[in-house]
C-alpha cells in the first residue's frame, strides 16, 4: 500500500504563489515518476507536471515558466513551487507516484488538494 498526502493548497490572489508538497509513504520499491495533476470543476484530470527517478522533468505549456517540480528523494517528497498564479490555475491538485512493482507500471494518487485563485 502507497500514500500520499498532500498539503500547501489555499486561496490566494492572482500573481501570488503556492508551494505544494506531497509526502509519499508505503510500500515504495521502484519509482518512475512522481508528478502533480490538476482538475477544475466540470473538466478532466489533466498533467501539471511530472519528474522522473532521473530527475528529469516535463510541465504542461500552461504552467511552463511559472511552475516548478522538485523532489528530495530520500523523504520521499515531491514539491510544486507555482508563482505567478492564474485565476485559470484554481482546481484540486492530486499528487500521483507511479512505481514498478509485479511486472507492471502502478499509479497511486492522494487525495487532493484545493487551490484557488481569486482575481
Known amino acids: 500500500q502507497v500514500h500520499l498526502v498532500e498539503s500547501g493548497g489555499g486561496l490566494v490572489q492572482a500573481g501570488g504563489s503556492l508551494r505544494l508538497s506531497c509526502a509519499a509513504s508505503g510500500t515504495i520499491l521502484s519509482i518512475n515518476t512522481m508528478g502533480w495533476y490538476r482538475q477544475a470543476p466540470g473538466k478532466q484530470r489533466d498533467v501539471v507536471a511530472v519528474?522522473?527517478?532521473?530527475?528529469?522533468?516535463n510541465y504542461a505549456d500552461s504552467v511552463k515558466g511559472r511552475f516548478t517540480i522538485s523532489r528530495d528523494s530520500a523523504k520521499k517528497t515531491v514539491y510544486l513551487q507555482m508563482n505567478s498564479l492564474k485565476p485559470e490555475d484554481t482546481a484540486v491538485y492530486y499528487c500521483?507516484?507511479?512505481?514498478?512493482?509485479?511486472?507492471?507500471?502502478?499509479?497511486?494518487w492522494g487525495k487532493g488538494t484545493q487551490v484557488t485563485v481569486s482575481s
Open positions: 500521483n507516484l507511479n512505481q514498478r512493482r509485479w511486472g507492471r507500471d502502478m499509479d497511486y
Open positions: 519528474i522522473s527517478s532521473g530527475g528529469s522533468t
